[in-house]
């Protein structure tokens, strides 16, 4: 079989190795003392071979042709191996999604508040889709909670999960699709988020959870069903997708409806200032804010100071993460502003800001007005200095002993170095 052509194995090659599977099971079985019995065996088989050869077939597609049929087979060997060893240490039995059956042979609706998708990851095909949300499908059933994160999703896959979805769509609030096209070719990875968007657009949904999938600007487009229109929305988690700053413009032109939100969850993106500035204008529209993570998304002074207008927007703030962006001093004057506006304020991270000496007294003067009641606090590696904390930082003892009255944990080392490693402090209530 050459590189160019699509792989594949005859019926025959499978009956094979599911007859192979069948005999390891109960041979391994029979080494730790288990009795795995040949029909028990065989039904375990055909569901470990049927998996890992839907994994192998993705796999095997790549956006310009086809791997080489000697990598797609040790994908499927692999995957092979792997379920077959949790087959074993399950005494024989491939995990399934637990239901209810009526006397009738059909399955029973459910009423459940959190619906997960768990186990290794798995290339779900229509008919394991089926399978796995066969509670979730049956009339009457009601979820409030779905987690289908680590289940790589194909247009077909898709369409079931839509099904489900549209079933239980007056119950349900919170979708978590993170992590759910790894490994699906481009096309057929957002042909499967509109399918699951649209199908979430029948919801009111509180909070959505869309990290960890390769989205970028298209992604986000394609998810736009999920986004627009969710008037309750309380909740988004965008973190490790690619967040570009054309994905941030996307995301401020789909998020209109945000007078509910509480949440937003960026992380390790690439949005730079402008990203933060869209971001921002999504913030000055939600005054019900709470908590905001931004952080490791390449944010600088000017990106910085517009998140913190744009949080000026409530007074409801209890989180704020923006660390791991060079936001640098120039930022602090208007995070100190912010500080200084939130008396529900209970954790602030700005570890690893750039801040310098200058930076980090104008943050604590700020923390001194407001934020009486903050349980945690990071400022480490902003290069503070020895001579900084002895000329520029000689106050910050006295804004401490107010600040820290009720600090869980407080670090703020990693730049200036006391008896050999970074200062830290830390205190229990």
């Not at 041979?27 to 009795?35: F, K, Q, Y």
């Not at 890992?52 to 310009?64: C, I, M, P, R």
């Not at 939130?342 to 934020?371: E, F, H, M, Y």
Request: hydrophobic fraction near 40%; include cysteine.
């Amino acid at each position: 079989m050459s590189a160019g052509t699509a792989w594949s194995l005859t019926p025959e090659q499978r009956e094979s190795t599911i007859n192979r599977v069948t005999a390891n099971i109960s041979a391994m079985g029979l080494a730790r003392n288990i009795t795995i019995g040949a029909d028990v065996a065989r039904v375990s088989a055909v569901q470990i071979e049927r998996k890992a050869y839907t994994a192998a077939e993705v796999a095997s597609n790549t956006t310009t042709g086809h791997r080489p049929a000697s990598e797609t087979i040790e994908t499927y060997a692999r995957k092979l191996g792997e379920q077959l060893i949790e087959v074993v240490r399950n005494g024989g039995m491939a995990q399934a999604q637990s239901t209810t059956t009526a006397a009738d042979g059909s399955v029973e609706s459910i009423e459940l508040d959190c619906l997960e998708l768990t186990g290794s990851r798995e290339f779900l095909t229509k008919e394991s889709a089926t399978d796995a949300l066969k509670a979730m499908l049956a009339p009457g059933s009601k979820v409030k909670q779905i987690r289908f994160s680590t289940q790589s999703f194909g247009r077909d896959a898709a369409n079931v999960a839509a099904d489900a979805i549209k079933n239980v769509s007056a119950t349900l609030t919170d979708a978590d699709i993170s992590d759910v096209i790894a490994g699906r070719p481009e096309d057929e990875a957002l042909d499967a988020l509109r399918i699951l968007s649209k199908a979430l657009s029948s919801c009111s949904l509180r909070n959505l959870n869309l990290s960890d999938n390769a989205l970028g600007e298209k992604g986000i487009r394609a998810c736009a069903d999920a986004i627009t229109g969710q008037a309750a929305l309380e909740g988004i988690s965008l973190q490790n997708i690619g967040c570009s700053i054309y994905a941030c413009k996307a995301v401020e032109e789909l998020l209109q409806a945000s007078q509910a939100l509480r949440s937003i969850q960026l992380f390790n993106n690439m949005s730079d200032n402008e990203g933060a500035e869209h971001i921002a204008r999504i913030l000055a529209r939600a005054p019900l804010m709470e908590d905001l993570r931004f952080a490791s998304s390449r944010v600088g002074p000017r990106g910085g100071a517009a998140l913190a207008q744009g949080l000026m927007a409530g007074r409801c703030l209890l989180k704020l993460d923006i660390s791991d962006n060079p936001i640098t001093v120039d930022a602090a004057p208007a995070l100190a502003q912010l500080i200084n506006s939130q008396p529900k304020l209970r954790v602030l991270n700005l570890n690893d800001t750039s801040l310098t000496d200058r930076g980090v007294a104008t943050i604590c003067a700020g923390l001194t007005g407001a934020a009486m009641d903050l349980e945690e606090l990071g400022l480490a590696l902003n290069e503070i200095t020895p001579k900084g904390v002895a000329m520029e930082l000689w106050e910050l003892g006295l804004a401490l002993n107010e600040i820290t009255q009720g600090l869980g944990y407080m670090e703020w080392g990693g730049g200036m170095r006391r008896d050999g490693g970074p200062l830290q402090v830390s205190r229990q209530k």
